[in-house]
């Protein structure tokens, strides 16, 4: 009995938090499924790498707010497919499409080219394992997840294209980054203010994607 207080305790608290946050706040006032929606949204303003006409992945789109931004970027002309293991609601935005996949499986690649048809001008990874508490785990499944997001960008992505993966701070980044750096000539750690300031979180914006596969670290990648 004393364990359920406490549990209920702790989600009223949670509740208490989520309701102060204001990105919580204006996602619901704005119609974003998810507070998320404002860190893409922040990302895309500040360095422009998706645009109006362009064909854009969402890797781990549910519950579909990085979808309702990308949609209202790309506009008319573009095209949004969203992608996640779990099913998602579908958006009233006639250039958004939903598909429940799952990345890590062998056929993921072939049937997402299939679905596409084209090369793509942006891929966008929030894909995120499910957090168990145990540190060193979590960071090193979510690398894995970042690093089949990029094995999909490679896939996908036309000479040019841009890339954004969420990763965790931890000892397997380093290399994850040195990795992104065979393949694009800009590669940076951004944080947008809508991440929570407790949260360990973190992008990295990858910028014209070269399809180089063997070649050393462009000397224009940043950290």
């Given at each position: 009995?004393?364990?359920?207080?406490?549990?209920?305790?702790?989600?009223?608290?949670?509740?208490?938090?989520?309701?102060?946050?204001?990105?919580?706040?204006?996602?619901?006032?704005?119609?974003?499924?998810?507070?998320?929606?404002?860190?893409?949204?922040?990302?895309?303003?500040?360095?422009?790498?998706?645009?109006?006409?362009?064909?854009?992945?969402?890797?781990?789109?549910?519950?579909?707010?990085w979808s309702q931004v990308l949609a209202e970027i790309v506009g008319g002309e573009g095209?949004?497919?969203?992608?996640?293991?779990?099913?998602?609601?579908?958006?009233?935005?006639?250039?958004?499409?939903?598909?429940q996949l799952d990345i890590n499986s062998e056929s993921a690649i072939s049937i997402l080219?299939?679905?596409?048809?084209?090369?793509?001008?942006?891929?966008?990874?929030?894909?995120?394992?499910?957090?168990?508490?145990?540190?060193?785990?979590?960071?090193?499944?979510?690398?894995?997840?970042?690093?089949?997001?990029?094995?999909?960008?490679?896939?996908?992505?036309?000479?040019?294209?841009?890339?954004?993966?969420?990763?965790?701070?931890?000892?397997?980044?380093?290399?994850?980054?040195?990795?992104?750096?065979?393949?694009?000539?800009?590669?940076?750690?951004?944080?947008?203010?809508?991440?929570?300031?407790?949260?360990?979180?973190?992008?990295?914006?990858?910028?014209?994607?070269?399809?180089?596969?063997?070649?050393?670290?462009?000397?224009?990648?940043?950290?």
């Amino acid at each position: 009995m004393n364990r359920l207080k406490v549990r209920w305790k702790s989600s009223s608290i949670w509740m208490q938090r989520r309701k102060k946050d204001q990105y919580y706040r204006l996602a619901k006032l704005k119609g974003y499924r998810s507070r998320a929606a404002f860190k893409l949204l922040h990302l895309i303003k500040r360095y422009r790498f998706i645009g109006r006409g362009d064909f854009v992945l969402d890797l781990g789109a549910a519950p579909g707010g990085w979808s309702q931004v990308l949609a209202e970027i790309v506009g008319g002309e573009g095209y949004v497919l969203g992608v996640d293991l779990n099913k998602i609601e579908p958006l009233e935005s006639q250039r958004v499409e939903f598909m429940q996949l799952d990345i890590n499986s062998e056929s993921a690649i072939s049937i997402l080219k299939a679905k596409t048809q084209r090369i793509l001008d942006a891929v966008v990874s929030d894909v995120s394992p499910n957090v168990t508490g145990a540190w060193d785990l979590d960071h090193f499944r979510q690398i894995q997840l970042a690093s089949r997001s990029l094995d999909i960008a490679k896939a996908l992505l036309k000479h040019g294209g841009n890339f954004l993966v969420k990763v965790f701070q931890g000892s397997e980044l380093e290399d994850f980054m040195k990795d992104l750096k065979r393949y694009f000539l800009t590669v940076k750690i951004v944080k947008p203010p809508a991440t929570r300031p407790s949260s360990a979180e973190l992008y990295i914006l990858c910028l014209n994607y070269t399809g180089c596969s063997d070649s050393p670290a462009h000397p224009q990648a940043q950290d």
